[in-house]
């Protein structure tokens, strides 16, 4: 059975610092792109970052440049994100997303919320 689980969500403070997980298990996830998407309360979802197998073809949301890091690790399955918040991000669910296009495989999603 293919799982995501992503782990690391906690209160945050503005100016702070949060590491979010997402470790992948029933199959392998080498060979595709992963990515962590988030989605605030009455907003539509959006991609915050992704990254292809090779760790050459990085994108990130315009809001997030320069503020969060993604980065894998293909051989455990492993996707992270290191959020340094320097300014309010406002509440969100981040979850993870890989696999083949015709069968994308999504977390349950870890929430962070931003203290004001």
């Known amino acids: 059975q293919v799982q995501l689980v992503e782990s690391g969500g906690g209160l945050v403070q503005p100016g702070g610092s949060l590491r979010l997980s997402c470790a992948a298990s029933g199959r392998s996830f080498s060979t595709y792109i992963m990515g962590w998407y988030r989605q605030a309360p009455g907003k539509e979802r959006e991609r915050v970052a992704s990254?292809?197998?090779?760790?050459?073809?990085?994108v990130y949301a315009d809001s997030v440049k320069g503020r969060f890091t993604i980065s894998r690790e293909s051989a455990q399955n492993m996707l992270s994100l290191q959020m340094n918040t320097r300014k309010p991000e406002g509440t969100a669910v981040y979850c993870c997303k890989t696999g083949p296009a015709r069968n994308e495989y999504w977390g349950q999603g870890a929430q962070v919320p931003v203290s004001s």
């Open positions: 990254i292809d197998w090779t760790k050459r073809d990085i």
